[in-house]
């Protein structure tokens, strides 16, 4: 087993992992339950789209030609051959000197290249109107493949799809889409102090927080979770209740447990799944410290601090890009907030410090007031609205500084 506490920093911490990750295997959805999914494959339009020249506006097609130097104190006049319907193929082509009434969205007929806005016309009778206004070809029209074409993609393999893009799928016909599968986590407590939030806690007891903030975070970046449930402080219950979890997800998390101490049976654990084993344990954070980063049998495996404040940092520095990364997903930046520290923080070079902080409008513009308090205080991170980070390689910052409060999503 490697050495304990060789800490490194977090980013490293993935990376070691991030090599052995594969994207989990693509299923076929329905377009409307592919919301907020990664497609697994690039979509390539199988159709141009708009499929035939379309009216931009109101108005009447016209061969451009027709209209040149037309002004309103000599009009051009064309003669009116017929209206295009809406929804289906014009009856007719437009020859020189004719025009047909046109409506937003109506195909344009064989011969005309252009449309004349409603309002740049003047009727003269039920045959003829005059044209004020000149215009170019292919103005006031939308031309085949002029929104996409024929074979261009789409969307790239990894894009998230937005509203918008369902939309967008939906005009070219695509109904069912490739998408990767939501990674299932499980999480597993461990600790025989810890009782479900539905039971009071006796003296000594508490209840179980990390369970239902990992719930929520999964549950936020794309992942299923499935909780476990709590194991006491045995190793052949710890072991057996692992590989129940370990066998049902695509990631396990164990919470608690991953301190040296002679109660410390998480990283025993972890070691029997399989190889290659934990490949970090240790992280040059706070809080965090106590982290466990491990790739057991093809599956990711975290060992996170038991603390609640600890345990979600890590989580949300750890477990979020990888499920992203599970997703064929490239994680996306964190929101970043640009403010002002209202309080020194204080730190020590070799480690990153990471402190919740709540933004307060001033009438000097945005500060990021620190809440402090200790890591396993819950609602220090419930009255927060992200983390400042305090640098590796600082000592603290000062009250003043221009700080980035990176954002709770």
Request: contains cysteine; aromatic residues 4%.
């Amino acid at each position: 087993m490697p050495e304990f506490f060789t800490v490194l920093p977090p980013d490293q911490a993935l990376e070691r992992l991030r090599v052995h990750l594969s994207p989990l295997p693509a299923e076929i959805l329905p377009l409307p339950e592919a919301l907020g999914r990664a497609l697994a494959q690039p979509v390539v339009a199988p159709e141009p789209l708009p499929a035939f020249p379309r009216s931009a506006m109101d108005g009447y097609a016209v061969r451009a030609a027709d209209t040149f130097g037309a002004t309103e104190g000599l009009p051009a006049y064309l003669r009116v051959i017929g209206e295009v319907p809406m929804g289906q193929a014009p009856g007719f082509a437009i020859g020189p000197g004719e025009a047909a009434l046109i409506h937003t969205g109506g195909m344009l007929p064989e011969g005309a290249d252009a449309v004349v806005m409603l309002e740049r016309t003047q009727r003269l009778d039920a045959e003829t109107i005059e044209v004020v206004r000149p215009v170019a070809p292919g103005e006031n029209v939308i031309a085949v493949g002029e929104d996409i074409r024929q074979g261009e993609i789409a969307f790239p393999a990894g894009h998230r799809l937005r509203p918008q893009d369902l939309g967008a799928l939906a005009a070219l016909g695509v109904v069912r889409v490739p998408v990767a599968r939501r990674p299932r986590v499980a999480i597993l407590g461990s600790g025989d102090e810890i009782v479900p939030p539905d039971q009071r806690p006796q003296p000594g007891q508490v209840r179980d927080v990390n369970t239902f903030s990992l719930i929520g975070l999964i549950r936020q970046h794309g992942g299923e979770p499935l909780p476990r449930g709590i194991a006491p402080d045995r190793l052949e219950v710890l072991e057996a209740m692992a590989r129940e979890a370990f066998e049902a997800a695509d990631v396990l998390v164990f919470t608690a447990g991953s301190s040296v101490s002679t109660r410390d049976l998480t990283a025993t654990v972890i070691e029997r799944l399989g190889p290659p084993g934990i490949l970090a344990h240790g992280l040059a954070i706070r809080p965090g410290k106590p982290t466990l980063v491990a790739f057991c049998a093809g599956k990711p495996v975290l060992g996170l601090p038991g603390n609640p404040v600890s345990a979600f940092v890590v989580a949300r520095m750890l477990l979020v890009p990888l499920l992203y990364l599970l997703q064929g997903v490239e994680p996306p930046p964190p929101r970043r907030q640009p403010a002002r520290l209202t309080h020194n923080i204080p730190s020590a070079p070799g480690r990153i410090d990471w402190v919740p902080a709540r933004l307060v409008p001033r009438a000097d513009g945005l500060w990021a007031e620190p809440v402090f308090g200790k890591s396993n205080l819950i609602f220090t991170l419930a009255r927060s609205d992200g983390l400042v980070m305090v640098p590796l390689d600082l000592n603290g910052l000062q009250a003043g500084d221009p700080v980035d409060v990176w954002l709770w999503e």
